[in-house]
């Protein structure tokens, strides 16, 4: 970080990334981007953590993410989650979501508690010497000159610092100042039911799943959490008042059914309303939104948290090639073309879960929740809940990847499957996300994908950030030579029946395949990767324009805001 004094009066502070906001999203960006090596301004308006919880699942996604970002194994406590169940009082249990299992490395679906999340993400960003974090300071304001971001930012004693940054991102929540200044609609409703939130500490028996009572006269979620917790959520009724359902006595009258509340502690009890909103746009200029800042996901669907999430990956790494000078500016386009629709998908789903969770009266209930039993006597309409077919897939429609129709084994612009491997250069297993690194990946399945390359494409190659792996299957690797960087696959059932022996692909840093295809077209994939994300070739050297052609025909999506 530079910092310097203009005129001795107001301190001057040039960065990279101005990010505004230092929720779980916001430190899930500084800990991507401070991996990636930039340099990060973070900043909170809060001097600490809020110390309740609040979101409470996260599903394998976003573990995976986190994974990304740094986060270990067990560095916080969650609850596997084995199933979802949806209860009526007419029709008893009318769906279930199993959730049990490993996919790509994590459970399907945890609990976890948010303080203990935040706190550690935060103690993470020390490592990174060029992040800094300023807690207890508002931005004032800022203006986007074309060229960088002008803001102003005042401390608690009312010290003012202007700072200067080539990025600015908004994850500063729902009712965001970033997105507020730039413009930006928030598109959707509010909706006019007030749920009232209870977490307890010591409940005796608690359950070990999630389920939804869906019973038109007061519909009730609740689950289990870390720390021997358990979470409630009461719709409340017309004419109930939210500060009197909050009072103690209130509260236990409504948890008597489930336990005695006795012996039970309260931790938290919060009254809100629940939103389906977007923003018109996920970028402006140099500006961005993420998570709260950019949508708000009704909680049926546990997709809010994992939304943000998703939106730090798939942002992070393009911030980061482009501050580095090993991408062109376009590529921060597909940001908003890939996320917003995905976004909008996951709230369609959440209104959907939510149709189910509280119809209002119990001739709705009875055709809704009857519908839903009787779909279940049907093989592919119980696998559209219990297998989570009816979860949309983090693959995109539009975005900075390509496919070739009748070619397709990951598919362009889905997740590259994580599974255990073994590098070759020793050592225990590992997840491959872990092996691959924070780089791009040349991966070839049972084949050294860079044995026919020319050494100048391989230098471009690694001058953008790029490494060349070889995937194999542990059957497979006592036949095959050994390059220095060969994986070998510990799971048998990871990639044979999507991936023949000879396949190329070339996966982004979020793990995203940008394409794929037979080793025998290796080198015109490479090169067109390459033309897809290059940097604008300065002016004085003209004589290598032939070499990276500009790239803005090739990438499919929207055009950046002015």
């Known amino acids: 970080m530079n910092a310097s004094t203009s005129h001795a009066t107001v301190p001057q502070f040039d960065t990279d990334i101005l ?68 209860r009526s009082p007419l029709f008893g249990r009318f769906a279930r979501i199993n959730s049990a299992g490993i996919i790509d490395g994590h459970p399907a679906l945890v609990t976890f508690y ?46 003012e610092t202007q700072v200067r940054a080539r990025y600015l991102v908004g994850t500063d929540g729902a009712n965001s100042l970033v997105r507020r200044t730039l413009g930006l609609d928030f598109e959707g409703r509010s909706f006019q039911q007030d749920w009232l939130i209870v977490d307890a500490l010591d409940v005796p028996v608690p359950i070990d799943h999630v389920e939804f009572i869906c019973d038109p006269r007061r519909p009730t979620p609740r689950m289990v959490a870390p720390g021997g917790r358990q979470r409630w959520e009461f719709m409340l009724r ?80 393009k911030l980061a090639w482009v501050v580095r000078g090993q991408a062109g500016e376009h590529v921060l386009d597909s940001y908003d073309t890939e996320r917003r629709p995905h976004a909008r998908k996951i709230i369609r789903l959440a209104l959907m879960l939510g149709a189910l969770v509280m119809p209002q009266n119990r001739g709705v209930a009875f055709g809704v929740h009857g519908l839903m039993s009787l779909l279940r006597l049907l093989p592919s309409g119980r696998a559209l809940f219990e297998d ?45 996300d872990d092996a691959l690194g924070p780089q791009w990946g040349l991966i070839g399945f049972g084949v050294d994908p860079s044995a026919s390359l020319p050494a100048e494409l391989l230098q471009r190659w690694q001058a953008a950030g790029g490494l060349v792996w070889q995937w194999c299957q542990r059957s497979q690797a006592q036949h095959l030579a050994p390059p220095a960087r060969r994986l070998e696959a510990l799971d048998e059932a990871l990639l044979p029946r999507r991936v023949p022996l000879g396949w190329v692909a070339i996966v982004r840093p979020d793990r995203c395949v ?18 897809f994300v290059a940097p604008p070739a300065p002016a004085s050297a003209s004589a290598r324009v032939a070499t990276l052609p500009t790239p803005a025909h090739h990438m499919q999506g929207a055009k950046r805001a002015a």
Request: glycine share 10%; charged share 25%; net charge positive.
């Open 388 to 432: 989570l077919k009816v979860k949309p897939q983090n693959s995109f429609d539009e975005g900075l990847f390509w496919r070739v129709r009748g070619s397709e084994r990951l598919r362009g612009g889905a997740m590259l499957p994580q599974g255990w491997v073994r590098p070759a250069t020793g050592g225990g297993p590992v997840l491959s």
């Open 514 to 531: 940008l394409a794929e295809g037979p080793v025998s077209k290796v080198e015109a994939m490479l090169r067109r990767a390459l033309e």
């Open 114 to 159: 948010q303080p203990e999340l935040e706190r550690l993400l935060r103690a993470r960003l020390a490592q990174y010497p060029g992040v800094e974090v300023r807690l207890g300071v508002d931005l004032e304001g800022f203006v986007d000159d074309g060229q960088s971001v002008q803001a102003r930012l005042k401390d608690a004693a009312g010290q």
């Open 238 to 317: 017309p004419g109930e008042k939210p500060k009197e359902m909050e009072r103690p006595e209130s509260v236990r009258q409504l948890l008597a059914p489930w336990c005695d509340t006795r012996h039970i502690r309260i931790e938290r009890t919060a009254v809100y309303r629940f939103h389906a909103r977007e923003a018109k746009q996920f970028s402006k200029g140099r500006c961005f939104l993420a998570g709260d800042a950019a949508h708000i996901t009704p909680p049926f669907a546990g997709q809010g948290l994992v939304a943000g999430l998703r939106d730090a990956a798939n942002l992070a790494w």
């Open 19 to 86: 990010l505004v906001g230092l929720g779980p999203v916001g430190a899930a960006l500084a800990n991507l981007l401070g991996r990636y090596g930039v340099r990060v301004l973070a900043i909170d308006k809060a001097t600490a953590i809020f110390e309740k919880p609040r979101a409470i699942a996260l599903d394998n996604e976003a573990l995976r993410i986190l994974q990304l970002a740094g986060v270990r194994d067990g560095e916080f406590e969650t609850v596997a989650i084995p199933q979802v169940q949806y």
